[in-house]
């Protein structure tokens, strides 16, 4: 069966320094999605993207964050300069354009990001 | 806004004994309310969604717009049902997911 893939599966950094990270969706879904979760607290929708652009965005996705597909594969969240309460897993999700009937996003196994 | 509240944080209950994890939402529109569960050191999967009024692993959920609930049922609870669950409300039109804060079960032996 298809899976989401993300790399890495973990990522430590320094306050201050870019990340960026990686997602692979399943191949033929078309809707992308980023969510978090910090240790111990619920999972936060951040982010999704459809067609190339940004169609809905949670108010954590400030200006620090940025989303793209760069080469019509890899799905990517950029954090600019980050922050010690940016520590959380990232999870990419994936779907086939969501019609009620059928929606179903497919879940990545998640990047576990470490600012110090 | 949309909003979905999980009253328990934890859930512990014998092998066999019945379990229900709450849900309660709240959503301007028509909802779209899913069950997903978190096996440990395991991606989500999707469980369930209301659309598909389907049973999944024993469980069903059924959702009651009067009380804006979706709470999740299972008669008969296994070990390997002991997981984290979420509940899920998304929004078709602005294409966005709120995840509940989740309940972790835990079923013994």
């Known amino acids: 069966e298809p899976e989401v893939t993300q790399t890495p599966s973990h990522q430590v950094t320094q306050m201050g320094q870019e990340v960026i990270l990686r997602c692979v969706p399943i191949s033929n879904h078309l809707y992308f999605y980023w969510y978090r979760q910090i240790l111990g607290q619920k999972v936060e929708f951040l982010v999704s993207?459809?067609?190339?652009?940004?169609?809905?965005k949670s108010e954590i996705f400030d200006d620090q964050f940025s989303v793209e597909r760069p080469d019509g594969s890899n799905f990517t969240l950029k954090i600019r300069s980050t922050k010690l309460e940016d520590s959380a897993m990232y999870f990419c999700?994936?779907?086939?354009?969501?019609?009620?009937?059928?929606?179903?996003?497919?879940f990545g196994p998640g990047t576990r990001l470490t600012v110090t | 806004a949309q909003r979905v509240t999980q009253p328990e944080k934890l859930l512990s209950v014998f092998k066999g004994a019945p379990v229900e994890l709450k849900c309660n939402y709240s959503y301007s529109g028509s909802p779209e309310l899913f069950w997903y569960v978190q096996y440990s050191r395991q991606r989500l999967q999707l469980l369930l969604r209301h659309i598909s009024r389907e049973s999944i692993k024993g469980f069903t959920a059924d959702l009651n717009k009067g009380e804006t609930s979706f709470h999740l049922k299972k008669p008969f609870a296994q070990e390997e049902d002991s997981a984290m669950y979420y509940c899920a409300l998304y929004n078709t039109n602005a294409g966005k997911s709120t995840f509940g804060d989740g309940t972790t079960l835990t079923v013994k032996p």
């Open positions: 999700a994936t779907s086939l354009p969501p019609r009620p009937s059928l929606y179903e996003q497919y």
């Open positions: 993207f459809y067609n190339n652009e940004i169609s809905e």
